[in-house]
């Protein structure tokens, strides 16, 4: 059962769950300057109904613990590339462009005293860019091919694996990099004293998105190209 009521405050909704910021965002509820007061109180001042403000809350808490509930490592290999293309391909087209426009706002309004955050810009960038390439290419390649090379493993669709595999292991390993250097610029995720709610709002997407990159790497790196390359 959900800890989350119309009591909460709507700062500590967003710091419990990261992602209800864009539910508040389209709402025009101010979680940052504002956030320190009860989410009935903050629905209540848009004119709007807390306990479906509330719902919508819990629809996406309830979306959140159902993709961590699952054991992928034991799904047969078709369930999970579906599972691998549910869980984090389709939640990073969602997410990578819903955070950059927080990135962008604390890297201008803050860049200038706190100057790390605009290599933080700089590296979330090239860590979307490359996350959605790569996931663009698994989905529209990679995936159909791992299939059909299960079903009729013929030597002209092996050797053609072989070299896809062999991509995206490099760019798994580049992701990783760029992750790393962000954990390390950001002192493992930690805000300044004092940060505002949009300064402490991307750092916990930033952390979650590292959590999610590195579980969908290793679903890949060490299960499915695992049971591929036992099959090449």
């Not at 119309?6 to 101010?30: H, K, N």
């Not at 663009?136 to 070299?163: G, R, Y």
């Amino acid at each position: 059962m959900s800890s989350l009521t119309i009591d909460t405050r709507v700062s500590d909704i967003v710091t419990a769950l990261p992602q209800s910021a864009d539910l508040f965002r389209s709402l025009r509820i101010d979680y940052c300057c504002g956030g320190k007061i009860p989410l009935k109180d903050a629905a209540e001042q848009r004119n709007l109904n807390p306990l479906e403000v509330l719902n919508s809350i819990h629809s996406i808490e309830e979306k959140r613990e159902n993709r961590l509930s699952m054991e992928a490592s034991s799904f047969g290999e078709k369930t999970l590339i579906a599972y691998i293309q549910e869980k984090y391909h389709e939640s990073l087209r969602e997410e990578l462009p819903m955070l950059a426009p927080y990135i962008t706002k604390v890297a201008r309004v803050h860049g200038e005293n706190h100057p790390h955050l605009l290599r933080v810009q700089e590296i979330f960038k090239a860590l979307r860019e490359e996350l959605l390439n790569h996931t663009f290419d698994e989905d529209q390649n990679v995936f159909p091919l791992i299939l059909e090379f299960l079903n009729n493993p013929t030597a002209e669709v092996k050797e053609q694996l072989k070299t896809h595999v062999s991509e995206l292991e490099a760019e798994h390993d580049n992701a990783g990099r760029l992750l790393y250097e962000l954990r390390e610029i950001t002192d493992n995720f930690t805000p300044p004293e004092g940060a505002c709610g949009t300064y402490r709002l991307v750092y916990a997407r930033l952390e979650q998105l590292e959590k999610d990159t590195f579980e969908h790497v290793h679903l890949e790196n060490n299960v499915l190209f695992e049971r591929v390359a036992k099959a090449l």
